[in-house]
């Protein structure tokens, strides 16, 4: 079930606790994890390499690969997606899994960084447009 199946079936219920038992399945709190893991494989990266690549630290890393961090920074997050040389849509998943907003292009920051990553630049000259800018880097 996805999650528009499973929104619709909420409004159903009057009960959440009814909603929660009979939908217990349903639930994925994995799918950070999940995700990341799958981008890492299919990158043919390892942890500490990335980790390392974009600026985070190597135990932080770990501790996101394995489930342990679920609320990471939407900075982190966008660290990782240049690290793994994520297109938007990949980036806005990883964002959104991680528990963040998409990138709009409305904002003057997140357009500087749609910009790189659409044109597959690397972090560091991401990091130098948005200074150039006057904006925060990642």
């Known amino acids: 079930m996805n999650t528009e199946e499973l929104t ?4 159903e219920y009057e009960n959440i606790d009814m909603f929660m038992q009979d939908n217990a399945g349903a639930f994925d709190e994995d799918a950070f ?3 990341l893991d799958g981008l890492l494989h299919c990158k043919n990266l390892n942890i500490t390499n990335l980790a390392l690549g974009c600026g985070i630290s190597v135990a932080y890393a770990h501790q996101l ?3 342990q961090k679920n609320s990471p920074r939407k900075d982190i997050l966008l660290r990782l ?5 994520l297109s938007l849509d990949e980036t806005n998943r990883l964002l959104t899994l991680g528990g963040t907003a998409w990138l709009r292009s409305k904002i003057r920051r ?3 960084i749609i910009f790189c990553i659409n044109q597959s ?3 560091e000259k991401a990091d130098e447009l948005l200074h150039s800018y006057g904006l925060p880097t990642l």
């Open 8 to 11: 619709n079936k909420l409004k």
């Open 33 to 35: 994890k999940k995700y």
């Open 65 to 67: 690969f394995r489930g």
């Open 81 to 85: 997606a240049f690290g793994l040389s």
């Open 110 to 112: 997140e357009s500087i």
């Open 121 to 123: 630049l690397p972090l």
